[in-house]
């Protein structure tokens, strides 16, 4: 790799995430040399704006990758599957926003303001956790190094722009028709593979992706086992309850947690204050606290509602929201590559 600039590929390129990774390449001042779009063969010939100019979309093929230092990966678990280890072959270091390789033990599992050390295990892969877990994670980060976490009980508000842009025009398609009394469309949530679809507007899911066995959603267990990766802990209990609403933009979290030491609400929230990449708004008595309306378009997460358990002395409540498009993937991606050039230097 170059010590100053790199060259970029970006799969999905032209997909919600896709997009944002390119704005936020271009926001964040990242040192490319190249961008290279990649996508699908139906989206071959479109362009993307980049630094004030249009640049191609190319076929994500493995030869798309010849030359490539870093390749931003946000297609689906199956593309991941398919090509990630062809870019690593041609030397890229990729950075994937699928579920294809977060839980093999040979890929580390980042958020760099939780685990950075952990970038440095990898061998060619570098897993994007789930937009839920980041957010939560770097809520729990202070929490967990100053007081420990026995238990993590947490229910989940995800926007619709989660399961693709697709849904997310479907919402307004179905809004739209709702109001105006016409038949609503039913065809992508809560998964498009599925037998059954549900209307969201004026309506909420509680299904975000297919069940597994133990009647949790795969959504929750990537939950429950990717907080366990990204801590180095098997020990913390984690249960999750995943939810759709008719939001467009960012994930909203009801999380409980069970310290495993006693602590000073003033301190937790002095703590959550001074962790990286959050920012606490949390004054019930003036109504301030986070909505993912205001917080859209931020790459930070937001913490409000923080307060005591009534119940558990070591219980504590928090209320998060971050931008799932944002943190939730392309940012994150983004802080993991930043992380890794510097780890180089």
Known sequence: MSDNEYRVAVVGATGAVGEQMIKYLEQR????????PLASKRSTGKTVMFQGREVKVQETTPDAFEGIDIALFSAGGSVSKAIAKEAV?????????SNAFRMDPEVPLVVPEVNPEAIAQNKGIIANPNCSTIQMVVALKPLYDQFGIERIIVSTYQAVSGAGMNASKELDAQTQAFISGDQVPTQI???????NHYQLAFNVIPQVDVGQ???FTLEEM??????????????????????????QRGHSESVYVELKQDYQLEEVKDL?????????????????????LETADRPEVFIGRIRRDLTHDRGLNLWVVSDNLLKGAATNAIQIAEAYIASKR
């Open 29 to 36: 001042n990242f040192p490319v040399k190249e961008l290279r």
């Open 89 to 97: 072959a041609r030397g890229a270091l990729v950075i994937d926003n």
């Open 189 to 195: 949530l809560p998964v498009g593979s599925l037998d």
């Open 213 to 215: 066995e133990n009647g």
């Open 222 to 247: 990537k939950m429950v086992r990717e907080t366990k990766k990204i801590f180095n802990d098997d020990q913390i209990g984690v249960t999750a309850t995943c939810v759709r609403v008719p939001v």
């Open 272 to 292: 959550l204050a001074k962790q990286p990449g959050v920012i606490v708004q949390d004054d019930i008595e003036q109504q301030i606290y986070p909505m993912p």
